[in-house]
Nanobody, 120 residues
């Protein structure tokens, strides 16, 4: 069982920065694929960034060069540094932990979400 708690959302002006944090429980955190997803108003949830257990990364095209995902296995934390924020980045951001099939049935855990609003 993995529990995820996000923090760090808020209101920021265009061009500003925010860092989201996700605290994960569970002693095999380092083996999971960790990711950040977002869901904007009237939109479907979409992948923002993903980080594998071997530190491979994937980013959505519209955040490449602006967002950075990272993890601290010692602290069971994953972060999303967001720079040069745009109004279209406004969304609820969700932390995701994907249990790969090599560890048992593949399964996705989700946090409760944190609101990010980019507006002047």
């Amino acid at each position: 069982q993995v529990q995820l708690v996000e923090s760090g959302g808020g209101l920021v002006q265009p061009g500003g920065s925010l860092r989201l944090s996700c605290a994960a429980s569970g002693n095999i955190f380092r083996l999971y694929v960790m990711g950040w997803y977002r869901q904007g108003p009237g939109k479907q949830r979409e992948l923002v960034a993903r980080l594998t257990s071997s530190d491979g990364t994937n980013y959505a095209d519209n955040v490449k060069g602006r967002f950075t995902i990272s993890r601290d296995n010692a602290k069971n934390m994953v972060y999303l540094q967001m720079n040069s924020l745009k109004p279209e980045d406004t969304a609820v951001y969700y932390c995701n932990a994907h249990r790969p099939s090599v560890l048992g049935p593949a399964y996705d855990y989700w946090g409760q979400g944190t609101q990010v609003t980019v507006s002047s």
